[in-house]
């Protein structure tokens, strides 16, 4: 097997990866061949997207269609005060970038849709979700299963933060699995009006990126079958399982749901202009 | 038999902001009777019309969905921990949001 080597810069950037036992050299080198991508350059994506960077993966994908607002800045870090009003993939990118120069960073100013999400998906090995909307997560959940690709999940909901591993497989769950059905509008409330603790994304976002890590490494044991639970107030963690669901739509023993779908609709929210 | 009974943030504002209180039953359904009898509104969004579990709120008892046990009808004892956990969304509100435009109201 040859194995290629690492550069001068590799080895130092690297260093405590490639001693760290459980990484190492090998670890490292599946690293920086691996490519993710996360959805959303908000809070759960800044502290993901940072790690990931620093990790060396070897090409970062980021999402997002919005602009940086103030409001952002108590809890999304991957932004400045100066970003305030760019693009926020074009902010997150710069500072990705500034990161870790020598790594492949790929912004993607879209929304996703069931039209273009495959495409968007295709040349990533894992994806990571952060967003906040019911439509988009069941679309990111049905497309990551038709695929064949890991989708590491978080969810952040005012001090407390829910995260997990979806792996597509013979009888492993999905997100539909967990929740079949989404909750009607109305009943609940988004962080724009219910409030997030600014510091919860980082714990959780941070979490992803343990994830995404192993995912790739092989090392160690995902949350895959497992919720972990986080309450900030209480610091307290704590898990429940996940069970496949043979009756699943998707990934059960006999699907009726084989293709992407309308998720506006599934939702019962109002269409996007694509 | 007391149990424990974990409230996601969300429904906490009916039971004095507490993260856990103390309920009373044999089944999970009289555990969430007495909850509701104690704290009334708190399991408003945890039944659905036909007297089962919405889909949408998981319900544990332990580590255990209780959709994989017996339902509302799942035997609990003395010291078991029943926690509700509704799917929540929050993350980033702007990512490849169907509800990011400006000119909506958002999700609620």
Redesign the interface.
């Known amino acids: 097997m040859t194995v290629e080597r690492f550069t001068v810069d590799q080895v130092q950037r690297y260093a405590r990866h490639i001693i760290l036992p459980g990484i190492g050299g090998p670890g490292q080198r599946k690293l920086l061949d691996a490519s993710v991508l996360v959805i959303g350059a908000g809070g759960l994506g800044s502290p993901t997207a940072l790690y990931l960077a620093a990790a060396g993966v070897g090409r970062l994908g980021i999402v997002d269609f919005d602009a940086v607002d103030l409001s952002n800045l108590q809890r999304q870090i991957l932004h400045t005060n100066s970003d305030v009003g760019r693009s926020k993939v074009a902010s997150a990118v710069e500072h990705l970038r500034a990161i870790n120069p020598s790594i492949e960073v790929v912004g993607h100013e879209e929304l996703l849709f069931s039209t273009n999400v495959f495409e968007t998906f295709e040349p990533y090995d894992v994806i990571v979700d952060g967003t906040d909307n019911f439509p988009v997560r069941y679309l990111v959940n049905d497309a990551t299963q038709f695929m064949g690709k890991p989708l590491v999940y978080g969810s952040i909901y005012q001090f407390e933060g829910q995260a997990t591993v979806f792996q597509p497989g013979q009888e492993t769950p999905c997100y539909r699995c967990l929740f079949p059905t989404p909750p009607p509008p109305g009943t609940v409330p988004s962080c724009a009006e219910g409030g997030v603790f600014g510091v919860l994304p980082g714990v959780i976002g941070s979490i992803q990126a343990t994830e995404a890590i192993k995912l790739i490494t092989g090392e160690g044991d995902t949350l895959e079958g497992r919720l972990l639970l986080y309450d900030a107030l209480d610091m307290s963690f704590q898990e429940v399982k996940i069970r496949w669901d043979a009756d699943c739509p998707v990934c059960g023993k006999e699907p009726t749901i084989t293709e992407l779908i309308d998720y506006e609709a599934f939702c019962g929210v109002p269409a996007r202009p694509e | 038999m007391p149990v424990q009974v ?1 409230l ?3 429904l906490r504002k009916h039971a004095g902001g507490e ?1 856990r209180v103390s309920a009373e039953g044999g089944t999970l359904r009289e555990v969430l009777q007495d909850l509701e009898a104690r704290y009334p509104g708190v399991t408003k ?1 945890v039944f659905s019309e036909d007297g089962g579990l ?5 319900v ?1 008892v332990n ?3 209780v ?2 046990l017996g339902a509302l009808e799942t035997e609990v004892r003395e010291g078991d921990t029943v ?1 509700i ?17 400006k000119d ?1 109201a ?3």
Not at chain 2, 54 to 58: G, K, L, S, T, Y
Not at chain 2, 88 to 101: D, L
């Open positions: 974990k996601p943030t969300i993260p969004n919405h889909r949408f709120i998981n544990y580590d255990e969905d959709r994989y926690s956990l509704p799917a929540v969304a929050g993350g980033e509100r702007s990512t490849a949001s169907p509800r990011m435009r909506e958002p999700l609620g």
